[in-house]
């Protein structure tokens, strides 16, 4: 018989569904591509319909469903918490605990009521869910296990070591300890927008200094040499209000927090390359540790702290782990595949084989995706100007389209699962234009200047351009430009956003301010063959095997999911050309009065 589990996470942020058959991922998405409500953590209702249709099944034939924690042990903490520090923070209390004892405390028939199902339907703790998601699809048979975030029920971190089809999570570091608290602390207090703007802080460290590393780790952390801590609490408000710091925190830092789209300083940079420095040196500290306990050769990584790439790179270039794999969608997201995956081989006892070189995770394209024949009727029924193209030929003209250092929406096959663009919703351009940064940046994704854009790779060529001796499919290593394609430094560099004005390689657009680049390999088999094809082209036609990838959105919004979705947001950008399917769509064809005003995005 077969068996289908059905993954489920929500309810505090980037809800999400996955469709386990047998042990193989079938599919996954967030709420949000469907909704477009940016970090959507409603229940996922539509993301559920899409697993399930794409399974070609009902609710029915669902043999479990899974959720990715424990509502009561959250409770105890949240109730316990403020307890401890009553009648400090009544305000935030009224506000959470009506949602507790409303809905969130009463999951069980909330998930039945919610999909009209009457089986099985099993919990499992947070950790455990991210272990889950980071072992079970990893290549690897045997392998240590970290998963880091903000916080689950009570733990923030832990560690343990996962062998054939189960793990045991030896260890953990408890609320109100947390990293990813005080990396989202520093979030709040540099004016972005806490669980959904951390990506910001860290692409922002690289323009300023570490002038606050010695006082961070004076007062606010107590950091051991295991990587374990302790926080400062004295600082921190989030235990009982509605603000992540306090006062105390604002004396100490010189002043109150930044005011959000107010003009960035000095000081946040220097605050943002301080606490990044600090992240980094807690993740490799914790690596370490975990090395010497466990004596394995590789590492599994999980929770949103696993998002933080420039960590990430640097446990794999100064770590003593011979290999990392890192769940795509580390985040809560990826919390619904491992919920659904710790029931079949856990709960079910089910065999696990991995094979120590390809993971299981189908190089997470796991979304939804629409055929030639939705796209063309989508086309021709909204009178939408078009191109239609061989496949070779579509690879050819978009091939040649970026060498012309034009902008192109690139929308094929099944949509990603997880934070990042992987080159099935992606923009893409030419690495080697200098304005290339500052064009998408202010006319296509209208954000910040600073923002930092990814490359994408060919896996063969990769180590040619950059520091990395291993494939980067998810995005989620930050590798060095090699010497040989960078240029020479002036001899005293500008500080903050004056250095965006430097052309440091010779793929500018896609080099940091630092010669770091966030890089994504591509190779033939990765489950995307379009998008290694179109590299290969690209590198025929230009020399250069590398392009600018970032995801298929723009500011506030979340990526695209559907064809009505790509052709909204092509028409509300500077985009040159979209190329969807086997169709490519020039700007200029266009009708005038399809061209959005682009003022009416809500930021965020």
């Known amino acids: 018989m077969t068996i289908y589990i059905l993954g489920i996470s929500c309810f505090y942020h980037d809800s999400a569904a996955a469709l386990i058959k047998d042990g193989e991922i079938i599919a996954a998405a967030q709420e949000e591509r469907f909704t477009r409500k940016k970090h959507d953590f409603n229940f996922p209702e539509n993301a559920v319909n899409f697993c399930l249709e794409k399974g070609g099944i009902t609710k029915r034939d669902l043999s479990f469903t899974a959720f990715y924690d424990k509502p009561l042990l959250k409770f105890e903490r949240i109730l316990l918490t403020y307890l401890s520090y009553a009648p400090i923070g009544f305000r935030s209390f009224h506000k959470a605990i009506p949602l507790w004892i409303k809905e969130r405390l009463w999951m069980r028939p909330l998930i039945a009521e919610k999909l009209g199902y ?86 922002l460290a690289p323009y300023g200094e570490p002038a606050y590393v010695d006082l961070i780790f004076r007062e606010l952390i107590d950091l051991k040499e295991d990587g374990s801590f302790r926080l400062n609490m004295k600082y921190f408000n989030y235990c009982t209000g509605l603000t992540m710091t306090n006062k105390r925190f604002n004396k100490l830092f010189g002043g109150p927090p930044r005011k959000p789209e107010t003009e960035i300083t000095q000081r946040e940079m220097d605050l943002a390359r301080s606490v990044q420095a600090v992240t980094e040196e807690v993740m490799l500290r914790a690596a370490k540790h975990i090395h010497a306990v466990t004596g394995q050769k590789n590492l599994c990584l999980a929770g949103g702290v696993a998002l933080n790439c420039v960590g990430n790179g640097k446990i794999l270039k100064q770590g003593p782990f011979e290999r990392i794999w890192i769940q795509p969608a580390a985040g809560d997201a990826g919390g619904a595949i491992g919920a659904a995956l710790r029931i079949w081989y856990k709960y079910l006892g089910n065999k696990r084989d991995a094979d120590n070189a390809k993971d299981s995770q189908k190089g997470s394209y796991l979304g939804p995706e629409y055929t030639d024949g939705y796209i063309e009727n989508y086309l021709k029924k909204n009178d939408i100007p078009y191109e239609k193209y061989s496949r070779a030929d579509l690879l050819s003209k978009t091939a040649g389209l970026i060498a012309d250092n034009k902008i192109i929406g690139w929308f094929q096959g099944r949509m990603e699962f997880g934070p990042r663009a992987l080159g099935a919703r992606s923009i893409i351009g030419d690495a080697r234009s200098s304005d290339m940064q500052s064009r998408m940046n202010l006319k296509i994704k209208f954000r910040e200047s600073f923002r930092p854009f990814a490359p994408t790779a060919l896996a063969e060529k990769a180590g040619d351009y950059f520091d990395i001796d291993c494939e980067s499919p998810y995005m989620l290593l930050v590798a060095n430009v090699k010497n040989g394609h960078l240029k020479s430094r002036p001899a005293e560099e500008p500080k ?44 025929k036609k230009t020399g250069c095997p590398v392009i600018i990838n970032t995801s298929f959105n723009v500011r506030g919004e979340p990526i695209v999911c559907s064809p009505e979705d790509a052709y909204r947001c092509f028409m509300r950008t500077d985009m040159d050309y979209l190329a969807i399917g086997s169709f490519i769509l020039d700007k200029k064809a266009q009708p005038e009065e399809r061209h959005e005003i682009k003022e009416h995005f809500e930021l965020d």
């Open 118 to 203: 009457e089986g099985k339907i099993l919990f499992a703790e947070h950790h455990e869910s991210h272990a889950s998601s980071a072992f079970y699809p990893s290549p690897f048979q045997e392998a240590a296990i970290l998963t880091m975030d903000g916080v689950g029920e009570w733990a923030t971190a832990s560690f343990g070591v996962g062998k054939d089809n189960d793990f045991d999570l030896q260890h953990e570091i408890r609320f109100p300890h947390s990293l990813g608290l005080l990396y989202s602390a520093f979030t709040y207090y540099a004016g972005f927008k806490v669980n959904s703007a951390e990506y910001k802080l860290m692409g």
């Open 496 to 539: 903050g956003f004056g250095r965006l004005k430097i052309i440091r390689s010779d793929i500018p657009a896609v080099t940091h301010v630092d010669s770091s680049a966030r890089v994504q390999t591509v190779s033939t088999g990765c489950g995307n063959e379009i998008y290694y094809e179109l590299l290969r082209e690209v590198d």
